[in-house]
């Protein structure tokens, strides 16, 4: 069992970077509709690109719990636990900086690490399982709740546009760049 849940756990870290490659991109592709917002990128805050991680992940615990025998209610516990570990590990890299796509490969692989490591391990994390149920509940809240009303928060703010949340259709970019750069040249003067 152990081989197997490794094997697929290093396959989810490639269907977590493909998938999360295309969520990325899948707000313009959907030209801005209701499917691009809930499940893309609607900006390049670090919530956002931390969303494209967080639901691939979470589908690929489900693939895994469908195609081999896991003990369900372990499984579970495990894979909360590294859902949250993953995006709270994203969102601190991205708060410290961190290239986007350097901080999704570091805190994917250490996700999927640490839940073969607990799925693995002794540790009775059975009784966890109401709880755990209660984390994803508020996981999905928070999923598909904090993109169209995003606090006012550096993890929420889009630093190309100056804005928080969905960017409207008929956004000026180039208003925005001219904007940062006379703010900027304020600022020097």
């Known amino acids: 069992m152990n081989r197997k849940l490794f094997v697929m756990e290093v396959l989810g870290g490639a269907f977590i970077a493909v998938a999360s490659h295309f969520m990325s991109r899948l ?9 691009g917002i ?3 990128s609607v900006n390049g805050s670090a919530w956002e690109s931390c969303k494209t991680l967080l639901l691939p992940y979470l589908l690929w615990a489900v693939l895994e719990v469908l195609t081999l025998r896991l003990r369900v209610h372990r499984f579970a516990v495990v894979k909360t636990a590294s859902l949250y570990a993953l995006g709270l590990s994203y969102l601190g890299f991205r708060s410290m900086e961190m290239n986007p796509a350097a901080a999704g490969v570091i805190c994917t692989a250490a996700a999927l690490a640490m839940s073969c490591l607990l799925y693995c391990s002794p540790l009775p994390l059975r ?22 009303f995003p606090p006012h928060t550096p993890l929420f703010f889009d630093a190309a546009t100056g804005m928080y949340g969905i960017i409207p259709r008929s956004f000026d970019y180039g208003a925005a760049a001219l904007n940062t750069v006379a703010s900027c040249q304020k600022l020097s003067s």
Do not use: M, N, Q, R
């Not at 707000?27 to 499917?35: F, H, K, Q």
């Not at 709880?131 to 996981?139: G, H």
């Open 27 to 35: 707000y313009a592709l959907c030209d801005g509709e209701l499917l």
């Open 127 to 148: 009784w966890l399982f109401a709880p755990s149920l209660v984390l994803l509940f508020l996981f999905t809240a928070l999923y598909f709740s904090l993109t169209p």
């Open 38 to 40: 809930l499940f893309g």
